[in-house]
């Protein structure tokens, strides 16, 4: 497993200095896709560049990712020139046709008890404004993510916001505990670990910045009055979240399904990498009814509903109350 944790850090690294700079630049040609999420030019060079290398080291492993690369030789012209003259600066040898042909020849090959997981550019509304967005990549073995690295370009290595460093990385393998390195610092990891908090009331939470389109907020406030607990919720984009509870920075962050759309099911590349790090950092993440996700049913967590991550002193206790709902 050294060699894939070696491997995923770098590559994510590489990803996470790439998409950085081009927010810093403003190079942020978008696109709605058929949600009507936006997708830009670094969510597809941040796939591209993982993609490249993956074929590159592990050429038998499949990948499942967010976006669908065929889409930029479908009409997409401009964000296929725009992503080749960026990409070709960072790879000498990159060749989007060659990518296209090899991951076709991967699909025959795939070996079925490994899987890489990546979401290239989670928070991309986040990435548009100019704040956080994380690189996420895991590796299952068995429908189980084993190895998870999540790339934060604007987070600090003390897990806090800040857009003018270079950024880190939280990585995790399973049962060896999770670590937080500087990008570019990546000889002096720190070990990752959750919040002492025990008092529910003083919990702090975090959440998504679009808590309308991503959650239900109500639901939430509803918790935190059964629990009277009055913390302000602090509000972030991407699977950033993920390494501040690991890191103890807050203790409590939900996604339930949105009011206006009740049978929403999470996508398994926002979960795999952050659900493990903040695990192996000494949390619980569960769904709503305290199941353990499933992530053998394909790209979506068809059998958990919402999600439940905390430093597990008050998990039983949120898990209990939305079962009386």
């Not at 939900?254 to 009740?262: D, G, I, M, T």
């Not at 926002?270 to 695990?279: F, Q, R, Y």
């Not at 049913?297 to 949120?318: K, P, T, W």
Request: hydrophobic share 40%; glycine share 8%; net charge negative.
């Amino acid at each position: 497993m050294n060699n894939e944790k070696m491997f995923a850090i770098e590559v994510v690294s590489k990803a996470a200095v790439f998409t950085k700079k081009l927010q810093q630049q403003k190079t942020t040609l978008f696109f709605e896709k058929g949600d009507k999420s936006p997708v830009t030019a670094a969510d597809f060079g941040s796939q591209l560049l993982v993609t490249h290398y993956l074929q590159k080291y592990f050429p038998e492993d499949p990948l499942a990712a967010e976006e669908n690369i065929l889409e930029l030789s479908e009409g997409k012209r401009p964000f296929l020139e725009l992503i080749t003259e960026l990409l070709s600066k960072e790879i000498e040898d990159f060749s989007f046709e060659k990518i296209i042909a090899r991951e076709e020849h991967r699909r025959a090959q795939r070996n079925g008890n490994r899987l890489w997981v990546l979401d290239p550019i989670d928070g991309t509304k986040g990435f548009l404004r100019g704040e956080q967005f994380a690189i996420a990549l895991a590796m299952m073995k068995n429908d189980q993510p084993v190895l998870g690295v999540l790339g934060c370009p604007n987070l600090n290595e003390r897990a806090e916001p800040d857009t003018q460093g270079h950024g880190v990385i939280a990585y995790a393998i399973q049962g060896q505990g999770a670590y937080l390195q500087g990008i570019d610092q990546p000889a002096s990891p720190s070990r990752l670990s959750v919040s002492n908090c025990t008092d529910a009331a003083l919990a702090r939470f975090v959440g998504s910045v679009d808590s309308t389109g991503h959650s239900n907020s109500d639901a939430i406030q509803s918790l935190k009055l059964h629990l009277d607990n009055q913390q302000e919720i602090q509000q972030f984009d991407s699977q950033a979240k993920y390494v501040m509870v690991a890191a103890g920075k807050f203790d409590v962050f939900l996604r339930l399904a949105p009011a206006s759309n009740p049978t929403y099911r999470e996508k398994i590349w926002d979960h795999a990498a952050g659900s493990l790090i903040v695990e192996e950092a000494g949390g619980i993440v569960t769904d709503v009814s305290g199941k353990r996700f499933d992530f053998s049913q394909g790209r979506s967590l068809e059998n958990n509903q919402g999600v439940v991550v905390s430093n597990g002193h008050f998990h039983d206790a949120i898990v209990e109350f939305f079962a009386r709902r």
